[in-house]
């Protein structure tokens, strides 16, 4: 008891990618958003943006802090299961301007 064995392991990763992708995906729902626009502002293609929300490659901490500064959300929602507040100032700003480009630097 109290080990978490492979399968554990495989189960645990499942949930964090499963709620990865619902975060991901209800952010840029949000604000209807398309996956082109999100993912030129986190400097990654549309396909490899696609990938990540739809749970066919993980992502990778700068790039989730990289979304999480576009979105104004908590890096830490992922732990305690999704979205604290609905993004909405930020993201706007941006929009308006659409060669600004987020920070990866804390």
Not at 71 to 89: M, R, V
């Amino acid at each position: 008891e109290g080990i978490i064995t492979e399968k554990g392991n495989i189960a645990m990763k499942s949930a964090l990618s499963i709620r990865l992708q619902h975060i991901m995906k209800e952010a840029r729902a949000r604000l209807s958003l398309s996956q082109s626009f999100v993912a030129l502002h986190m400097g990654i293609s549309r396909r490899e943006y696609s990938k990540l929300e739809s749970g066919k490659a993980m992502i990778g901490l700068s790039h989730w802090i990289t979304f999480c500064k576009l979105f104004e959300l908590d890096y830490n929602c992922i732990f305690y299961g999704g979205l604290d507040h609905p993004p909405t100032s930020y993201i706007q700003n941006v929009s308006q301007d659409s060669s600004y480009i987020v920070s990866t630097s804390a």
